[in-house]
């Protein structure tokens, strides 16, 4: 069991370094194959479009092959697409094969969360594993940069590669052969989609990164024409943000624990520190120090919906209820970021923290709707 955790610990530092390197290897891919931005930019549509597929399938997945098989499905998925595009396709084929990436990442996010939400005291395990993804995150850019200095940007794929591949082997090793033998996939995704929990948390999730998103993408922007801070601080704040996210997921729910405080109430009172740092930022309070607040405050929330849906679902459901909100989150995470840069762009980049507050207030609700089960006073 200890073993499984470790290894899932270690897979979605894997998938944070995917993640974040991605970023800094578009110049490089944008001077190899002589495009512009807009055109690079395709690979986040298919990307995306292949992550929302493995959400969709996660559960039909479970059932028919169980979680070994399926992160080893998820993984070779993975390896093929980061064969594929090191050893650098026409561009067209680069962009296509970006679904399949997103694909394989997506099996192993959804599949690994349904695994350690299994588990005893789940809401600390999910923080951590997504705490780790962060971890990735952050040293993604540093690993792909340095790499540049040495090599082609494919080199980076084939790194990912290999790495997964080693993964994979290890995934067979560690986790039990164990298939569930149910032919109700097709019922069970009907069923999620119409679990009232499931669509709040959808709904949630879909609010959540819209603010994770939409704040870390345009943050630097709002510090340099509003708060009219250097280049320098106003990048080490976006660092400050990103960091405050990470620890937030490794402090807030063990401390919390100590204090006898349930997943769901604490997370609850995290969305009233969003809202409230939010405000305070908004004020210029705390305009540098806040964005590491609202990170910290922020990090808990997406680990901790999918930690509590064992509690507010059938457990039969859980594991394609997690695959909806991992795939489904994309929404949030591309089409709220946009209309927060497209408010900055018309009305000036002053409007992304009410913007923000929006956001989170309704965060606030949402959440208090979908955990109220959780947060009511147990009878004996």
Same mark, same amino acid.
């Given at each position: 069991m200890r073993s499984s955790i470790f290894l899932s610990y270690a897979a979605f530092v894997l998938v944070g370094i995917g993640a974040a390197a991605g970023g800094v290897l578009l110049p490089a891919q944008i001077a190899d194959y002589g495009v512009d931005k807009a055109l690079?930019?395709?690979?986040?549509?298919?990307?995306?479009?292949?992550?929302?597929?493995?959400?969709?399938?996660?559960? +039909?997945?479970?059932?028919? #092959?169980?979680?070994?098989?399926?992160?080893? +499905?998820?993984?070779?998925?993975?390896? #093929? $697409?980061?064969?594929?595009?090191? +050893?650098?396709?026409?561009?067209?084929?680069?962009?296509?094969?970006?679904?399949?990436?997103?694909? /394989?990442?997506?099996? #192993?996010?959804?599949?690994?969360?349904?695994?350690?939400?299994?588990?005893?005291?789940? $809401?600390?395990?999910?923080?951590?594993?997504?705490?780790?993804? /962060?971890?990735?995150?952050?040293? /993604?850019?540093?690993?792909?940069?340095?790499?540049?200095?040495?090599?082609?940007?494919? +080199?980076?794929?084939?790194?990912?590669?290999?790495?997964?591949?080693?993964?994979?082997?290890?995934?067979?090793?560690?986790?039990?052969?164990?298939?569930?033998?149910?032919k109700e996939e097709k019922q069970k995704l009907t069923n999620a989609l119409r679990n009232r929990y499931v669509l709040l948390a959808a709904a949630f999730l879909t609010v959540y990164l819209g603010v994770e998103i939409g704040v870390g993408n345009w943050a630097y922007s709002y510090l340099r024409e509003v708060n009219l801070e250097s280049h320098l601080v106003a990048g080490y704040a976006v660092s400050g943000y990103w960091a405050g996210l990470t620890a937030g997921r490794f402090v807030i729910n063990p401390l919390a624990g100590r204090f006898r405080m349930t997943p769901a109430r604490t997370s609850l009172w995290c969305c009233v520190g969003v809202a409230g740092t939010t405000v305070l930022i908004w004020l210029g309070v705390v305009p540098i120090a806040g964005f590491v607040l609202l990170g910290f405050f922020l990090g808990p929330l997406f680990p901790t919906t999918m930690a509590i849906l064992p509690d507010l679902l059938p457990a039969r459901l859980v594991p394609t209820a997690i695959g909806v909100l991992n795939g489904g989150s994309v929404i949030g995470g591309s089409a709220l970021p946009w209309l927060a840069g497209a408010l900055g762009q018309g009305a000036g980049m002053w409007a992304l923290m009410p913007f923000a507050l929006t956001l989170a207030l309704a965060q606030l609700a949402i959440w208090f709707y979908l955990s109220a089960p959780s947060l009511a006073p147990r009878t004996k």
């Open positions: 690079i930019g395709l690979i986040f549509f298919t990307s995306s479009a292949g992550f929302l597929l493995a959400g969709l399938t996660n559960g +039909a997945l479970i059932e028919r #092959l169980g979680l070994r098989l399926s992160l080893v +499905a998820g993984s070779s998925a993975f390896v #093929l $697409a980061a064969v594929i595009t090191a +050893a650098r396709p026409p561009f067209w084929a680069l962009i296509a094969v970006q679904g399949l990436a997103g694909y /394989g990442s997506g099996v #192993l996010e959804s599949v690994l969360n349904v695994h350690l939400a299994a588990l005893p005291n789940a $809401a600390t395990l999910l923080n951590r594993l997504h705490a780790f993804f /962060g971890v990735g995150a952050l040293a /993604g850019p540093v690993i792909a940069a340095w790499t540049l200095n040495y090599a082609s940007w494919t +080199a980076v794929w084939w790194g990912l590669a290999a790495a997964t591949a080693l993964m994979a082997v290890a995934f067979m090793w560690t986790f039990p052969k164990k298939v569930v033998q149910e």
